[in-house]
């Protein structure tokens, strides 16, 4: 009988464990399964890079980002650039004296005052901002928002020159990165190339 209640009372604790550790396991995956599809789900996303030819070196581009499907407020200012080459890397932080509104449209891009003398920041144009939470010293982008990162590459790299690899990351405070990666053409025909779309 003594034999008979220690066999019950182990697989009462046996079937405890495996209950609590089963339910703990889980919680976990529950939460793990939100963090994920808040990563993936989140962030910031790549429509379109452009690059400015000047004399056969690429002396500005253009990041064209809008915030992914579900993602929260996104803080520019809480956003940095990753950007090298096959010598230099670089990481650039917005400059809010750079802020340009473009949403009226701009007679040229690319010589709006967006794009910093120093290798260590980027501007920012405004294209779409219905609420207008995109403002100079706060600029926050939200669903239905768009706006171009400003890069002056002559002061990064001293101008991109042709067959040249080019990769980085944007990255917002929160959610998942954008990859830059693009190649220059081999010949630049045109004063504006698209270097890489998504």
């Keep these: 009988m003594i034999i008979f209640i220690a066999m019950v009372l182990v697989a009462g604790i046996a079937a405890y464990i495996i209950?609590?550790?089963g339910s703990?396991?889980?919680i976990k995956s529950g939460t793990t399964g939100r963090q994920t599809i808040q990563d993936v789900a989140t962030g910031?996303?790549?429509?379109?890079?452009?690059?400015?030819?000047?004399?056969?070196?690429?002396?500005?581009?253009v990041i064209i980002i809008t915030p992914r499907a579900g993602s929260p407020d996104i803080g520019?200012?809480?956003?940095?650039?990753?950007?090298?080459?096959?010598?230099?890397?670089?990481?650039?932080q917005y400059?809010?004296?750079?802020?340009?509104d473009g949403k009226s449209g701009l007679?040229?891009?690319?010589?709006?005052?967006?794009f910093s003398s120093f290798s260590s920041e980027f501007g920012c144009i405004v294209l779409k901002?219905?609420?207008?939470?995109?403002?100079q010293n706060t600029p926050v982008i939200n669903q239905g928002d768009s706006v171009m990162l400003a890069l002056n590459t002559s002061a990064?790299?001293?101008?991109?020159?042709?067959?040249?690899?080019?990769?980085g990351n944007v990255i917002p405070g929160d959610g998942a990165w954008s990859i830059i990666d693009f190649r220059t053409p081999s010949s630049f025909v045109k004063s504006i190339l698209i270097l890489q779309e998504d």
Excluded: M, Y
């Design 129 to 135: 901002d219905d609420d207008s939470s995109c403002s």
């Design 95 to 100: 400059s809010s004296g750079h802020w340009v």
């Design 156 to 167: 990064i790299f001293h101008g991109i020159p042709e067959n040249e690899n080019i990769q």
């Design 24 to 26: 703990e396991l889980q």
């Design 107 to 114: 007679a040229d891009l690319f010589t709006a005052d967006a």
């Design 44 to 61: 910031l996303k790549i429509s379109t890079i452009e690059g400015h030819n000047s004399s056969g070196l690429i002396d500005k581009i």
């Design 76 to 92: 520019l200012d809480r956003t940095i650039i990753e950007l090298s080459n096959t010598s230099i890397k670089c990481v650039l």
């Design 19 to 21: 209950l609590s550790t």
